[in-house]
């Protein structure tokens, strides 16, 4: 690990500023995936600013009759919470499908919608990676591309985001509330916060430099049945190859977004016309122009099926 220095912030804005003054500046607070990337030089930021202390940590009812969810709440806090588990159950068991409950218990909410993706080529420095070294190449494309992206992707990078959370958020419409090193505050839909890679698969956010974010909000609950299932390799403390989050009404309509399959959660609303009829056109809907590699192309029939049996198990429980 290269040496940082570090300071605490007392304020979200001081916080900001503070990343701004430091160039190459980063915040940290559960550390669970940047001090890992620290350790293998992925991340060397010269300037560390601890925002643990910027009582950021509770979750709170919204005019509106939704939640603000702060954005230090430990994932293990937020997917035992009353509310989230009796009106967002999707994200519950997104939180618990994830990591294991060590890490849970250090991971933040914001931290969960930020790490970085867990492609086996950006983590070895001896690769080619556009994300870790912009213009450097994809040693992906042509490798081995099994847990990789088959929708969405670029010929600049086909990794995948791993966060669970990230994809329950989407199917809830979240929204990031953030703070900029000014002061000023905004607040990002969550289906705008990540990126797809294009040419530029390093910017994997909305956010700007030193914005910080403060909070994730859901909308009011919208009742229904709430699904959440994860395919992998193995039973616990692994990375999905496909996630189906849904939310699916008595009359079978609903919504659905899927993880595993792209570099940001996918959800295409428009498919989601055909949730009463036909989960196989959901599921063509969701990955029309996907590009899978001769690795990963069952990814597009485990969709299917996965989405196929999340939705039965739905109208049999309505």
Known sequence: MKPFTYERARTPAEAAAAVMRHPGAKFIAGGTNLLDLMKLQIEAPAHLVDVNG????????????????????RNTALAADERVRRDYGVLSRALLAGASA????????????LQRTRCPYFYDTDQACNKRQPGSGCSALGGITRQHAVI????????????????????LDATVETVKPDGARRVIPIADFH??????????????PGELVTSVNLPRPTGGTHSYRKVRDRASYAFALVSVAAVVQR??????????????PWRVE???AAMPQSAKAVAAGLLAGAQPTHDNAFK??????????????ARSAA
């Open 54 to 73: 910027l009582a950021l940590d509770k979750i709170e009812a919204t005019p509106e009759g939704g939640l603000r969810i702060g954005a230090l709440v």
């Open 102 to 113: 060590q890490l849970r218990n250090k991971a933040t909410t914001a931290g969960n919608l």
């Open 195 to 208: 990126r797809l890679p294009g040419d530029t698969p390093h910017v994997e956010t909305a956010l700007e």
């Open 251 to 264: 009359d079978g309509s609903g919504r659905v977004a899927l993880g595993g399959v792209a570099h940001k």
């Open 152 to 171: 969405g992707a670029s010929q600049a990078c086909i990794a995948t985001h791993p966060s669970d959370m990230a994809v329950a958020m989407r199917v």
């Open 300 to 313: 597009l029939t485990l969709v299917e099926r996965t989405l196929a049996a999340v939705l039965a198990q």
């Open 270 to 272: 428009a498919a989601e």
